[in-house]
């Protein structure tokens, strides 16, 4: 089997424990100083991202590409931590990351820059990705990514993939029930949108780190502009999840009375 | 008016504190950021602070910074390093990332290049490859144990830090054969020695024992010497103790090769190229820096945290309803709470920028040093002395040099600055002047201030005792902070240091040409805390001139090394002032760079705004501080029966030879207008903030 081009689509989503507050913009919904806000990888393409840099690793003579559409100014402060976990090329689309982009835009977008990619082998591609988002979670943008390519073979909720020496590969799916769909793919090309997987982050490493900016540096200096925008998509409203809360403070209530009612509400 | 939107980040500082460009340092903050948040963060709330011994836990951080890059970061790349050149900023940078949760794993972090830097500094090429390549953890494919390093100074037992003069490790020669390599017998005994718990090798002082050693010098020892390397018992100590430290016993038998800086025979007696005493100051000059930044950072530690819990202090109970100001605000409703802080956080930038622009000025010296040796070797020019004869000959055009560096760019003469520039020994001792007063200034300023104002940050949260209520370890940081102010040179040895090099006269170009430029910069922006700062420094420049020239009742010279009432107060006065000027230097970066970046661009005004009002505040403390310490020292010394002018006390303007010194008081009192609307204005920043939702790792 001869090397795998894996391309892992995935940007910047701001860090979860910022405060996150929908306002309007003269550019549509967007978040209060979300240019301000620090960002992270988006967790479902980092998952997605460790999962390509292992398999890379166990098919000799692979690649891995990151292509990230997003502000470059962010990406870059982002490539601190994450170009030191794994070895991979960055292919930048300067635009923006927000969650009320449309998701055809923002898959055309991604498309063109795919295709752009000198050297790439399409016959053997992997192109991987979150199969959803932190910022949205559509769960929408790499199916039709994978369409655009012409991509047929697209696995979604990925836990885990398994490469045969004849290039043909099982994939493991999270399916409704809490479980698993098996599947057997002949070979490469193929859609792969990544759950959790089972790899932890990996630690930091300098001496990897190094290396990728030789290419990443370059690569944010010549990203070219992408036009991404809420598409025809009108949002007439915007909110985060509500976090309910129902306190009672009750007095003298005999454990087993407490244990009790803790025991039927789990049961519902 | 915009206002501080957020609080900065690392857009922000990089391009403050000079590293926009540098991906190398913003990398290793990254791990080293993840370091501190996620596993030292977990060790500190799990109680691991709360035994004296290393534990298996706490063995965890060195895997962690193995992993991370962090032990290797000392290190060049030749010897499996990933960063070239000097690191001082490199090590500062790493070192305040962990503190800003705990000191002690910053210790943990910087003791092993502690160990290593006699041999990085003063060390045989062999020696160097084989230490500095060893501590470099095994790379894929290696089969190799990771060396790690302990330093062993502390002299004279029983008392740690007391004087590096007095050495009581001994060496002598145990036996040498003719022809064959003398082996030497090392007796030494530690205490408080950090690292030792794992240490395989330790750099130890020694003093001669044997006629047929001459003087002091350093030794490696190693864990398989013959003999006995007994760790010893851990240390008691109140804090820090997420670092290992032991009083060690050790009595092995090594070969004269490991004399760090090698030696020669000369008419059979075993001479080191190298005393302690030099090998220590070339260390100990530069590693001060990382300590004094790890104590400033935790006030910018502690801003987060403080905020959250005024604004969180009437929420979820019956004291407060939503939409409600004392549900919104908290206690920042009240302008005592925001104030407070707003002292706080700006006692904090000044210590960074303080300390930063040390670390910066050490890396650009460190091949200024090795370039001025190279030029003295040259010409033949050898020992102390005669370097230093050689030294003063170039000092009209040291202090020419740092007038021009001071200057407006465009407005001095250029060509001539290049020449001065291009001129080794000028730069030299130019840079130098100032390198021997930032980095102590730094060290005893930043810890020491740093420990007072951590008791205000842990008063703002209430400080009554309750954990859950002192958020971000701030009870531990305000410990922390005192042993920073101790370990490295104690704060006597920061202001003896002062005392031998702030009256330099060519740092006193430096500090005259500072106060052109601040005047310079009042005219053009009045109402920025510019003029305030120029008056404290020119006050503080004529008390020295004043003191240096003044005797007291008895005729005794006030300005002399033995007279600490005189010039220790004058080392604190300067301190005060060099925080701002720098946190000013920073924030002007700030203001003409920010705009390149988008994501600093986004709200620049406000934040420069808010910067500015910090500095204005910092400054006029400062130089009130600085006014009232000149003032004792000017005045304090005269005779009670010495009357303060001929007219009695009524219409009293002080003696006719304290006049320029009285107008330059009066002058900096009413500098300081505006400078407390600056602080107002601050505070309600404070109060508008957007802050994360969370503390970013666990209290």
Partial sequence: ?268 | MEILRTLPGDDVRQIMWRYADRFDLQMAIQSARSIARGLVARLVADGQRNTHEWTPRKAELLTAFDQSGLTALYMDPEDGGFIAGPKNLALSLVALELAWVDGGSATCSLASNLALAPIHEKGTPEQRHAYMGGCVPPQPGEDRVVKRGAFALTEALPYIGVDTGVVSGRVRVSDWQDGQEPMLQVEKRGRFITNMDFATFVTAAVDSDDPRIKGSCMVILEESDPGTFDRGTPTKKMVHQLSSTCDPVLNLTIPASRIIGGYEVRDGVIVPNFSHGEIIGSVFHRTRIPVGLMSSVKLLSAVEPVIRYHRNRFRGGDAAQPGTPRFDLGLQQKEDALQRLVDVWATGEAGMSLGLAAARLADEFDPIERAKDALLAERGVVGVRAQMSALRKVQAQAIEYVELLNAPVGKRDEARFQELDADALAKFVGLDALSNVLIPACKLWCTGQTAVMMREAVALVGGYGITEDCPGFLFQKWNDAQLEATYEGPEAVQRRHLTATMNNPVFLASLHAWVRELKDLAKTRPGLGAGVLATGLELWAWTLDHLQNATDPEGRKLYHNKRQGVTFPLADALCWLLGPYFLLKDILELEAKGGDNPVVADGLQGLVTFFLDLFHVQAARGTGEAGRLCAELVYGFRSPGQKCCAVGDAECVGPEELAHFVHLRSKADMCFTGSRLSKDRAGLALSQVMIPEALDYPI
């Avoid at chain 1, 994978?146 to 073979?153: A, F, N, P």
């Fill in chain 1, 1 to 268: 089997m001869s090397g795998l081009h894996i391309v892992v689509c995935g940007s910047i989503v701001p860090d979860p424990l910022q405060t996150l507050e929908p306002v309007t913009t003269p550019a549509g919904p967007g978040l209060k100083n979300e240019m301000m806000l620090p960002a992270i990888l988006d967790p479902w393409a980092g998952h997605a991202l460790f999962e390509a840099a292992n398999l890379a690793k166990s098919v000799a003579g692979s690649k891995v590409y990151l292509v990230s559409l997003g502000p470059k100014a962010k990406l870059q402060q982002v490539m601190m931590t994450i170009g030191q976990k794994a070895p991979f090329e960055l292919v930048v689309a300067d635009g923006p990351a927000s969650g009320f982009t449309d998701a055809a835009e923002v898959a055309a977008e991604l498309a063109a820059a795919i295709e752009a990619i000198p050297g790439l082998d399409k016959s053997q591609l992997l192109v991987f990705g979150g199969w959803q988002s932190a910022s949205r979670g559509a769960g929408a943008t790499l199916q039709m990514l994978g369409e655009r390519l012409g991509i047929t073979d697209q696995f979604q909720g990925v836990d885990e993939i398994k490469m045969q020496a004849d290039g043909s590969f099982t994939v493991l799916e999270r399916i409704e029930g809490g479980s698993y769909q098996l599947s057997s793919c002949a070979g490469t090309p193929a859609v792969l949108g990544w759950a959790t997987g089972n790899l932890p982050e990996p630690p930091n490493n300098p001496q990897i780190g190094m290396a990728n900016m030789r290419l990443i540096m370059p690569a944010l200096q010549k990203a070219k502009p992408a036009k991404v925008s809420t598409g025809e998509v009108s949002f007439v409203a915007v909110e985060l999840p509500k976090q309910v809360r129902e306190t009672r403070v009750v007095k003298d209530m005999a454990l087993e009375e407490m244990a009790k009612e803790i025991v039927d509400w789990i049961r519902g």
